[in-house]
């Protein structure tokens, strides 16, 4: 490389851009050794941390210094102790996003590793090995990986969930299905924020026993009921409106107008469908959230099929399927997209 590229900042940022997955590496292996819980009882030497998690002193104290380095951890003489940011890798912090590490960690890289051929054919990581995205969810939950996604989205959806609960005005709803709740973490912050109202979990029935034990611990049993189902198949009718979080995006449009007029067919010609999404923008920009929709885009496309939809293209899949958008309301870096039936 030559003075004058070395000189050029936008290298090193290429660099470090194409690094990335280095970094995504770090924080999987400190959560699965445990570190930041470790280093929530106090600062620790990296032999305290490799005594206690049993791994190699010296790859430790070098596993240590990069958390330094992302500024998850700081060090003081040759003790460590996690940042603000770093603890929320911690099991223990309130809203911790160790699930989600894990869910990146040990299933996202894996499967990005296929990227260059989902885009060469179209085809999603589950079509590219002959089999379809249902199929794929099953084998999840049959291996036993469905329990790391339904604990990253918890994670994520404790983070959503009270933007969603500020920004939109429940008012008027006094009965409301979470179709594809999975453990019901979000129709459980809207009904502890709105006290008369009831709420459904509905879900597949592996769902069931988290979403009964979430209910159970946030005192909620007596207002929400959980019930097993397929959104392919029918959804639960009687409500005055049905809420999705982060369900469209996972679908391509036939399976996604699918699920849309059972929603329909579901609902009063006065019921409300609340959609919880990304919104793609029109023309992307170098902003955080853009970049956030974009990668979450591409991360459909190599998982269940689906992709990321600007405001437009929701409006014309929520038309076909006898619906239109109201209302689109901002709610942290997730929109919730309001519609009533047509």
């Not at 940042?83 to 929320?88: E, N, R, V, Y």
């Not at 911690?90 to 260059?116: D, H, I, N, Y």
């Not at 999840?140 to 933007?163: C, K, L, Y």
């Not at 974009?294 to 038309?319: H, I, K």
């Amino acid at each position: 490389m030559s003075n004058d590229e070395s000189a050029d900042p936008s290298v090193a940022t290429l660099l470090d851009m194409m690094a990335g997955h280095r970094v995504t590496a770090v924080i999987y292996t400190a959560v699965k050794l445990e570190i930041p819980e470790l280093l929530d009882d106090g600062p620790k030497t990296a032999g305290e941390v490799a005594a206690k998690t049993g791994a190699h002193e010296a790859s430790v104290s070098r596993l240590l210094r990069a958390l330094v380095t992302l500024g998850l951890c700081t060090q003081r003489g040759d003790r460590f102790e996690p940042t603000a940011m770093g603890c929320h890798l911690s099991g223990r912090a309130p809203g911790s996003l160790r699930p989600f590490a894990v869910f990146e960690g040990q299933l996202l890289t894996r499967g990005w590793a296929g990227l260059l051929e989902s885009i060469r054919t179209g085809k999603t990581a589950s079509e590219l090995a002959g089999i379809t995205a249902e199929q794929s969810f099953a084998q999840m939950a049959e291996s036993g990986v469905a329990d790391v996604f339904n604990e990253a989205m918890v994670a994520f959806t404790r983070h959503v969930a009270p933007a969603v609960v500020a920004a939109y005005d429940f008012a008027g709803i006094s009965s409301l299905i979470d179709i594809g709740g999975g453990h019901g973490e979000l129709i459980g912050t809207i009904l502890s924020a709105h006290p008369s109202m009831r709420g459904t979990i509905f879900d597949l029935s592996q769902c069931a026993e988290g979403a009964r034990r979430h209910l159970a611990e946030t005192g909620l049993s007596g207002r929400c009921e959980f019930i097993a189902g397929s959104f392919f198949d029918a959804v639960p009718s009687g409500s005055d409106a049905l809420i999705m979080k982060s369900i469209i995006h996972d679908w391509d449009d036939a399976r996604s107008l699918k699920i849309l007029g059972n929603c329909r067919h579901a609902l009063a010609s006065a019921g409300r469908l609340l959609l919880v999404e990304r919104l793609m923008p029109e023309s992307p920009t170098v902003s955080r959230e853009d970049r956030m929709a974009a990668l979450s885009d591409l991360n459909m496309l190599r998982g269940p099929g689906g992709c990321e939809r600007t405001e437009g293209q929701f409006r014309t899949l929520l038309a076909h399927a006898g619906f239109r958008i109201t209302r689109v309301v901002p709610a942290g870096f997730m929109n919730v997209i309001e519609a009533t039936c047509v």
